[in-house]
């Protein structure tokens, strides 16, 4: 079983909607939790950094940790077709510098 | 702030030859410096992590003396990939961080390797 599981999508919607992203992981010791946006052919680009339980909200997005359940979420709202990318979840440890990935989930906004 | 440069953004080599990929830290001091690559549709892998001054460690499975890594200062780290074969055709992406207790990692926008 990898550590972070992402679905690949693609998640289709269209502009205006609210968009639900989400991750589960296995491991306990995973502290510090990140949202990462890339565009095709492109590095990712850091949208939203959190540590440990809680809500974390930057303009039209925000970002869930559930320690209890190892499962995390971006909401954007008012979706853009400018969001439309790869968004990558990505977690580590206390400590640990090294990033575990998931999969990343491409959207896809709709005019 | 926090903008990671790579160059060059995409080469194409022979097969047996060396590239070199530069990652540089803009407008911040990078205490360590990550290696990823990427394959289509699949997620970032890291390769290696790198801590200036010192030498880089590598994550399993990762041949260190194919993929050399140097560190040399705050700003700039190297990634050389020696020997190219047509399967060491990727993205790779390097990463930076601040240090200090910052745990957030800044992205380069990745360097598409083609070994003809």
């Known amino acids: 079983q990898k550590e972070v599981e992402q679905d690949p999508g693609p998640l289709s919607v269209p502009e205006g909607a609210i968009v639900s992203l989400n991750c589960t992981y296995s491991n306990s010791a995973f502290q510090y939790f990140m949202w990462y946006r890339q565009y095709s052919r492109k590095g990712p680009e850091l949208l939203m950094y959190?540590?440990?339980?809680g809500n974390k909200e930057d303009g039209r997005f925000t970002a869930q940790v559930d320690k209890s359940s190892k499962y995390i979420s971006l909401f954007i709202r008012d979706s853009q077709p400018s969001d439309s990318a790869t968004y990558l979840c990505?977690?580590?440890?206390?400590?640990?510098?090294?990033?575990?990935f998931g999969k990343g989930t491409s959207l896809l906004v709709t005019p | 702030g926090a903008v990671v440069s790579q160059h060059p953004s995409r080469v194409i080599c022979k097969s047996g030859t060396s590239v070199k990929i530069e990652c540089r830290s803009l407008d911040f001091q990078a205490t360590t410096m990550f290696w990823y690559r990427q394959f289509p549709k699949k997620s970032l892998m890291l390769m290696a992590t790198?801590?200036?001054?010192?030498?880089?460690?590598?994550e399993q499975g990762v041949e260190k003396d194919k993929f050399l890594i140097n560190h040399a200062s705050l700003t700039l780290s190297t990634l050389t990939v020696t020997s190219a074969h047509p399967e060491d055709s990727s993205f790779y992406i390097c990463s930076a961080r601040e240090g200090g207790g910052y745990y957030e990692q800044y992205f380069g926008p990745g360097t598409r390797l083609t070994v003809t």
């Open positions: 990505a977690m580590s440890a206390a400590g640990g510098y090294a990033l575990n």
């Open positions: 790198s801590n200036e001054g010192s030498k880089a460690t590598y």
């Open positions: 959190t540590y440990s339980s």
